[in-house]
């Protein structure tokens, strides 16, 4: 059983990783990785400036710099808590 979240698209790394390009990632979204399975979320920018999301990316500069070991920017979180955070910016 499974939901859907408007805001925020979900995909596979290994699904992803032959065709990752620029061109996947619409304008205005940015593909972020979560979890042990290092999947793929591709998220409206704009949740970059909400004070719930500048959390995440805190634990991430604290946890890896600048340098993340996937290429793109890599969320150090569980799934679940990345979607609880994501759902919630969606309400607003």
Do not use: W
């Amino acid at each position: 059983m499974g939901f859907r979240l408007p805001g925020i698209r979900k995909t596979s790394f290994a699904a992803n990783q032959a065709s990752s390009k620029v061109g996947d990632v619409p304008k205005g979204y940015l593909a972020v990785y979560v979890g042990e399975k290092m999947k793929q979320f591709v998220i409206p920018i704009s949740y970059l400036n909400q004070p719930s999301f500048q959390d995440l990316l805190s634990q991430a500069e604290e946890e890896f710099g600048y340098v993340h070991p996937m290429g793109g920017l890599t969320i150090p979180c569980r799934e679940d808590l990345f979607l609880d955070t994501t759902s919630l910016l969606n309400r607003c």
